[in-house]
């Protein structure tokens, strides 16, 4: 991405460098939103035998022993890792990360009940020596179209497959969001696209208050220019429901998600994310299990987990008993919606069991930042203000994760691109 105050000031609002969807026609989701539009007319059986068809045209001929699984404690890789069971293959699952954490946990144990090879990878505390290691391979292995977020990823990716060679690796990107919808946060993108989707404030304020906490100031003609820009991205012109359609699809899913997927090919040969599959997407909407079907149920919440538990009974019971890392099981939502609320209200607010994240971003990382900020060009900071920079990361209370540091780490990563020489 070419290093200018417009195109800093977009990936500031959105995490990503999202001018490739500038009017790019046909999204995904325009034939998702006409799929919404007509009857249910796909059963649960259907999008059962759409997964496992995905599954037997990317094994064909594979051996066990070279198909991976990125497991974790939640239902979209447990579906997935149900329907490889259920065609008789036994992948080799991984985690990644802090042993404490319950995915890693959950993970383990389902491997350990199955006989299934395990690994947790790149789990040992990480320091910024290391981190930096890795921030430079992402990059230059994704021609910086990676954010320096995903390098401990590269890690995990890059230790598994020293030990264990794969050639077929699946993946659960984007498994639960068109289910359940799309829960806010600042991990995909800045508050810019709730608060103008949720008509908190004026898209124009709201423009300015974002660009102000990334520490980029523009002229009017500048702002009247990125407000076009902004206007012409598809989940920014639709109606509240729509946009969220389109921005799980076309961001989430196809921007935000598809780092890993580059950077995992790039060490394995076929890389699979099962959801992000257009057949799958195309049976989903067309069943009632879709979020969009779902937005006049006051309750729907308590339907999002019925279509997996449905799909894992099918495929392959043993799972159902397996707690999950919420710390209900499956076969808890099957017992009826009064035991599902009772388990999950324990577990959630009496119970609160505590949960360690996989990868955190604590006093190495707070390193990490002050010595490469200090570092940092004086052509990137004609983009960025460098004294409210500074004046904020010396006075501002840090926290942990990775949606906060966006802003502090967004010049620093242009920086690396541009020392790595990957800037035109």
Not at 219 to 227: H, W
Not at 284 to 301: N, W
Not at 397 to 416: M, Q, R
Request: proline fraction near 4%.
């Amino acid at each position: 991405m070419q290093p200018n105050k417009l195109n800093n000031a977009l990936f500031s609002l959105f995490h990503h460098d999202v001018s490739t969807t500038l009017n790019e026609e046909p999204h995904l989701s325009d034939k998702l939103w006409n799929n919404l539009q007509k009857a249910v007319s796909i059963s649960e059986n259907e999008i059962g035998e759409e997964i496992l068809a995905i599954i037997k045209r990317k094994t064909l001929n594979i051996p066990n022993q070279e198909i991976g699984l990125t497991l974790t404690g939640g239902f979209d890789s447990r579906v997935i890792l149900a329907a490889l069971l259920h065609l008789g293959i036994k992948p080799i699952c991984f985690t990644y990360g802090d042993e404490r954490n319950r995915d890693i946990q959950i993970a383990r144990n389902i491997c350990k009940k199955l006989g299934l090879t395990y690994f947790n990878v790149a789990n040992t505390k990480p320091t910024k020596e290391w981190y930096l290691k890795w921030v430079d391979q992402t990059i230059n292995l994704d021609e910086g179209n990676a954010h320096l977020h995903r390098a401990h990823r590269t890690a995990a990716i890059a230790e598994l497959t020293e030990i264990h060679p794969l050639k077929v690796l699946f993946t659960g990107h984007l498994g639960g969001e068109n289910i359940r919808g799309l829960s806010y946060n600042d991990y995909f993108a800045s508050p810019f696209f709730e608060d103008f989707n949720e008509n908190k404030l004026s898209k124009d304020e709201n423009l300015r208050n974002q660009l102000k906490r990334y520490f980029i100031e523009l002229n009017e003609s500048e702002t009247i220019q990125l407000m076009e820009m902004v206007n012409s991205l598809p989940w920014m012109t639709k109606d509240k429901n729509r946009n969220k359609l389109y921005f799980l699809n076309e961001l989430v899913g196809k921007i935000h998600h598809n780092q890993d997927i580059r950077i995992y090919s790039k060490f394995v040969e076929t890389v699979v994310p099962v959801y992000l599959q257009e057949s799958y997407l195309e049976k989903l909407t067309l069943s009632k299990h879709h979020f969009m079907r779902k937005l006049d149920k006051k309750v729907s919440f308590l339907e999002h987990p019925k279509l997996y538990c449905q799909l894992i009974s099918k495929f392959y019971p043993a799972l159902l008993d397996i707690e999950l890392s919420n710390g209900y099981a499956p076969k808890d939502f099957l017992k009826g919606n009064l035991n599902y609320i009772v388990k999950r209200i324990w577990q959630k607010y009496i119970k609160k069991i505590k949960n360690y994240p996989s990868f955190s971003y604590n006093d190495w990382f707070i390193e990490f930042v002050n010595e490469k900020s200090k570092e940092i060009s004086d052509e990137i900071w004609t983009i960025y203000n460098k004294e409210l920079y500074f004046q904020q990361l010396n006075s501002t209370e840090l926290k942990t994760n990775e949606g906060f540091w966006h802003k502090f780490s967004n010049p620093i990563f242009f920086d690396l691109i541009n020392k790595n020489k990957l800037l035109p």
